[in-house]
């Protein structure tokens, strides 16, 4: 097997799709108690299940955004108790979703603040196996400008 990013004589003939290729994005997170993983995704953060695969439940976040919650005995990964990934949602309403999240018990990793490194409002949940849910807004800055133009080309009809 060739390692990654190395060129075979075949992949140097092959061109990589037109971009943008991609349609959209399911990030997997895997769980030992699908069923209260998928009560807190749905009464809590709202979500509606878009596909049931019996072992996978996923959601949409946005138009073209989707999370996948896995059975651990089912699917490629095992759920461990370090979390590598961390769900961010852009949302406009931080303080909002802070008050919201905070009333249903939702445990909080701190406060909403505007960070000091880079120019954003958030904070970060935690949901029933201890994924980091990232909460944000990109405020208004030239270092925004690309990302905030984005979201809201994405957002119209």
Not at 76 to 103: C, M, N, P
């Amino acid at each position: 097997m060739a390692a990654a990013g190395a060129t075979t004589p075949l992949a140097a003939q092959v061109q990589r799709p037109v971009a943008p290729a991609f349609q959209g994005n399911i990030t997997f997170l895997y769980y030992r108690d699908i069923p209260r993983a998928q009560r807190f995704y749905e009464d809590v953060l709202g979500l509606t299940l878009t596909v049931d695969q019996g072992f996978s439940k996923i959601y949409q976040v946005s138009p073209t955004s989707f999370v996948g919650l896995v059975d651990e005995a089912q699917g490629l990964h095992r759920a461990s108790e370090t979390k590598a990934v961390t769900l961010s949602f852009v949302v406009q309403d931080i303080d909002g979703w802070y008050r919201y999240l905070t009333s249903k018990g939702v445990p909080m990793r701190g406060e909403v603040k505007d960070a000091t490194r880079h120019p954003t409002r958030g904070f970060v949940a935690y949901d029933p196996e201890g994924y980091f849910l990232e909460f944000e807004r990109f405020l208004d800055d030239p270092q925004n400008a690309r990302l905030n133009a984005a979201l809201k080309a994405a957002a119209r009809p």
